[in-house]
């Protein structure tokens, strides 16, 4: 299958786990790809309970949105590999990852997988995401990670200042809708992304310590090395915080800024003590550069290559930690 569009339409797209459940983005990520003339075609589910779900959802979106027409919904994989798709949206459950963007990379797509990218009971993440981004490279098709927090990064100087040219340490608060090893698998991407947006030369992840502060609270410190020496990353986790918009904030180098969401019209900003800064939303910047990678072969502002392996090592060694102090 070709993974170009037909003559004169636009590129097509299909979404895995598009089911809005709590956190999910299905239909955001549908209306970003929408408002870039991406054609949200078809959604996959495992029931057809889950999959016409996921279709009434994203139609809702795009209608409100872009005025775009719903996307078709199957709970085949086989008709979902066989659809006319340039691009593919992995935002199932964390442990199918692997499985999907498998799948997605076999039919020729393009691909954006939520995070963490590998999770589960795959011993070696980083040796199976150097693998996938080996094929995707050979392939000429782009393999990229769902992580938007790089795209803050712009706004969070302007809210307190510029940055050194060598970070030496982030730290991130956070409040992820889950506990134990799975809030590291959701929460400790968003650090590492930003580490590495920041500091593309880390390549070794010398340290990894995990404390608990309290029931549902956990900090995980993780010393990262490149050529331009050690970057400190801490993420602090708090998994008691209320339903509704969730805290978070993060510091470069001791200048802290605080992520505030508007409950009005859920629009976003950056407050660093007296200075208040509009913040644009990182999951449209996100989605728009995945688009333009594809299309026009721009090179992502704040990812590298090998950055999926290197973050699937970091990740893979504070699983270890975990393990080695939670039996």
């Not at 995070?115 to 993440?125: A, S, V």
């Not at 404390?211 to 995980?220: N, P």
């Not at 449209?284 to 333009?292: E, G, K, L, Q, Y």
Request: proline share 7%.
């Amino acid at each position: 299958m070709s993974v170009r569009p037909r003559s004169g339409t636009p590129l097509r797209a299909g979404i895995v786990g598009a089911r809005r459940v709590r956190q999910g983005l299905g239909p955001f990520v549908a209306r970003d790809l929408s408002a870039c003339g991406v054609e949200v075609y078809m959604v996959l589910g495992t029931t057809e309970e889950t999959a016409r779900a996921a279709a009434d959802q994203v139609g809702a979106q795009l209608a409100r949105t872009t005025g775009a027409p719903p996307p078709r919904w199957t709970t085949d994989p086989d008709e979902f590999d066989a659809a006319d798709l340039q691009l593919a949206c992995v935002l199932s459950p964390a442990g199918t990852h692997l499985h999907h963007v498998e799948r997605a990379l076999a039919a020729g797509r393009h691909v954006l997988c939520e995070k963490p990218f590998l999770w589960g009971t795959e011993p070696r993440w980083s040796e199976t995401a150097n693998d996938l981004e080996a094929r995707s490279r050979a392939a000429g098709r782009v393999l990229a990670l769902n992580a938007q927090w790089p795209w803050t990064l712009d706004a969070h100087a302007a809210a307190t200042g510029p940055r050194a040219e060598t970070v030496r340490s982030l730290v991130m608060g956070l409040s992820p809708a889950s506990e134990g090893l799975q809030m590291i698998g959701d929460a400790l991407p968003h650090p590492l992304s930003l580490a590495q947006a920041m500091r593309p030369d880390l390549e070794r992840t010398v340290a990894v310590e995990l404390s608990t502060a309290a029931e549902g609270q956990m900090e995980v410190s993780v010393l990262l090395e490149g050529a331009r020496g050690i970057m400190k990353v801490q993420v602090l986790l708090d998994g008691t915080a209320a339903p509704g918009p969730r805290a978070a904030w993060y510091s470069v180098d001791g200048r802290r800024a605080d992520r505030l969401i508007d409950a009005a019209d859920y629009s976003l900003r950056f407050q660093a003590e007296d200075t208040v800064v509009s913040l644009p939303d990182p999951l449209t910047a996100r989605i728009a550069s995945f688009v333009d990678q594809v299309q026009r072969g721009t090179p992502c502002p704040w990812t590298h290559p090998g950055d999926l392996t290197r973050g699937a090592s970091m990740l893979e060694a504070a699983a270890a930690a975990h393990a080695a102090v939670r039996p």
